[in-house]
């Protein structure tokens, strides 16, 4: 197993004036992900997860800890670090007053390429990334979706080996989402490592391969999203029968593929033995017994659900705590 990223005991303290208690933003962060990934870090505002990219991508310094990004020591050799990555930070890096084009070639030749070079990759990306058409013309025209797609081609005109996209998503419309979740895709299958920090539940389940979930600077969970949510429970049928003289029928029948649980008003519910693959048997057997339902609904566990076992609060109702303002506030 080949790593690209690599942490021990990573720490970021932040200093405060007058008297106030220095602000431990990252508490001692342990982290691999393997050559290919697609690594989520999720977590609520103020949670860690930005200080931590930002010091894998060499834009702030651990206070204590190691770290190895693309095979070079973070602290020992962060320029090479820097030559290895990419980066898309949240608030996006394009010139409103530049072409698409002129962008991505002046990007690449900041690290290195020749004119000739720099223009045929630049044409390279801009196809990639469905912006030929708007190639030429000033990036304060391009939509948002448009433009955040721009930074990611800054963040790759070089072919890095790993992608840090910080919260790539972040105030997209759900159609300009999607187009940046399937380029993420293509990144990826084209080789690159890619580590993206999310508030989104639905981003880091449909992207990433494993997911970390921080929360007040320490690590809280982490797996794959399947093994994650397995972990906490199984998935759960809920049936709804047609007729409600039905219901003691279809008691009977959801009771042969697991524990009941409670379920909305009328309706039945079982946590799936086997899980959510039983749930075509219980069709078949609902068929086979000539029982008309309404309504049949499986219920999996969320990321949210492991957020809410692992820290006792929703993920989604999480907002900044105290010490996650001063981080946001002083990264």
Do not use: C
């Not at 949670?47 to 894998?56: D, F, N, P, S, V």
């Not at 708007?134 to 797609?149: L, P």
């Not at 759900?174 to 580590?195: C, D, H, K, M």
């Not at 981003?203 to 007040?216: F, K, Q, S, T």
Request: aromatic share 4%; charged share 30%; glycine share 10%.
């Amino acid at each position: 197993m080949t790593l690209m990223i690599e942490t021990h005991d990573l720490r970021r303290t932040f200093k405060t004036r007058g008297k106030a208690a220095d602000v431990e933003a990252v508490r001692g962060v342990d982290l691999e992900v393997e050559d290919g990934a697609i690594f989520g870090f999720l977590g609520p505002n103020g949670a860690g997860k930005t200080t931590t990219l930002r010091m894998l991508a060499t834009l702030l310094s651990p206070t204590s800890g190691t770290a190895t990004v693309a095979g070079a020591d973070l602290a020992r050799d962060p320029g090479e670090v820097r030559r290895r990555i990419g980066y898309v930070p949240q608030g996006g890096s394009t010139d409103p007053a530049e072409t698409g084009r002129g962008e991505l070639v002046l990007q690449g030749r900041l690290y290195g390429m020749d004119a000739t070079t720099a223009k045929r990759r630049a044409a390279e990306v801009l196809a990639a990334l469905e912006l030929e058409d708007a190639a030429d013309r000033y990036v304060q025209t391009y939509s948002g979706g448009m433009r955040r797609r721009l930074d990611v081609g800054l963040g790759i005109v070089h072919r890095p080996a790993v992608l840090f996209l910080d919260e790539p998503t972040t105030g997209l419309d759900p159609a300009s989402r999607l187009t940046v979740w399937e380029e993420v895709r293509r990144i990826n299958q084209r080789g690159t490592t890619v580590f993206l920090t999310t508030q989104y539940l639905e981003e880091a389940d449909m992207l990433a391969d494993r997911v970390g979930i921080i929360d007040r600077g320490r690590i809280v969970a982490e797996d794959t999203p399947e093994a994650l949510k397995a972990e906490i429970g199984r998935p759960s049928v809920e049936a709804t029968p047609a007729e409600r003289s039905e219901r003691d029928a279809v008691v009977r029948v959801l009771r042969e593929f697991g524990e009941e649980i409670p379920a909305q008003p009328g309706a039945v519910a079982v946590r799936l033995s086997s899980g959510a693959a039983g749930l075509a048997d219980v069709v078949r057997a609902l068929d086979r017994e000539e029982i008309r339902v309404a309504n049949l609904r499986l219920d999996e566990p969320s990321l949210d659900d492991v957020f809410l076992a692992k820290t006792g609060r929703s993920l989604e109702g999480a907002g900044e705590d105290e010490d996650g303002g001063m981080e946001e506030a002083q990264a």
